[in-house]
């Protein structure tokens, strides 16, 4: 089935640092949407993309759907330790209908206070 | 408001049981979607439901099944259980777009 590639797989950073993370595809997306995974608990959604181009802001979050809509980066600025987590991106292929989403497999990001 | 809610959290099964799982979504969605989540092949969709009607179905065997009640709540069954579905398991509702909200999932242990 459709796969998205999501980049870094891994990332241990000094709090304080900015982190970027991308997910990438060979297919077109019409959403894309960003999620964290905390220990035991599910995803929470942070951030949702519509348009080619978009560029929205959570806080110290930032995240763009790519001008090609094959891919979306996710930023963190001045990160603290609370950001620990799974980050996964998540997107919609554009068929008709209301298709399900595709999930990157992960970032698994680390804050070293 | 209350969030997406599943029973139960935990759960141990033998290989060859069955296994029923139940999500009660957020009030006032209707669609409630399935996924499996393991370390190896991260979050894969199982199926969902929409208005009690099945709208879309993931590359899962057929022992994985579903259900949608009239009040919104679902129900997952996995037959013949199997080492493999060893798995944490989401429930994810939304009022029918992709905004989906999950629950902190049921983590099945087969042995």
């Known amino acids: 089935g459709q796969q998205l590639n999501q980049s870094p797989q891994s990332m241990f950073i000094q709090e304080g640092e900015d982190v970027s993370m991308n997910c990438t595809s060979s297919?077109?997306?019409?959403?894309w949407l960003w999620y964290k995974q905390e220990p035991g608990e599910g995803p929470v959604l942070l951030i949702a993309?519509?348009?080619?181009?978009e560029l929205t802001s959570n806080g110290r979050l930032t995240a763009q759907f790519g001008i090609t809509r094959k891919d979306s980066f996710l930023n963190i600025s001045a990160s603290i330790p609370s950001d620990v987590g799974i980050y996964f991106c998540a997107g919609q292929l554009p068929y008709s209908g209301n298709t399900p989403l595709v999930f990157g497999k992960g970032t698994r990001l680390s804050v070293i206070a | 408001k209350a969030g997406v809610t599943q029973t139960p959290r935990y759960l141990i099964k033998t290989r060859g049981q069955q296994v029923t799982l139940s999500c009660s979504p957020i009030?006032?969605?209707?669609?409630v979607s399935w996924y499996q989540q393991t370390p190896g092949q991260g979050l894969q969709f199982l199926f969902e439901?929409?208005?009690?009607?099945?709208?879309n179905k993931g590359n899962f065997p057929g022992r994985f099944s579903g259900r949608q009640f009239s009040n919104s709540r679902s129900e997952m069954n996995v037959s013949t259980l199997e080492l493999g579905d060893s798995a944490l398991y989401l429930c994810?509702?939304?009022?029918?777009?992709?905004?989906?909200?999950f629950g902190p999932g049921t983590r099945l242990l087969v042995l």
């Open positions: 994810a509702s939304s009022l029918g777009d992709r905004e989906e909200t």
């Open positions: 993309l519509y348009k080619a181009g």
């Open positions: 297919s077109i997306f019409n959403t």
């Open positions: 439901y929409f208005s009690e009607t099945q709208r």
């Open positions: 009030s006032g969605h209707r669609s």
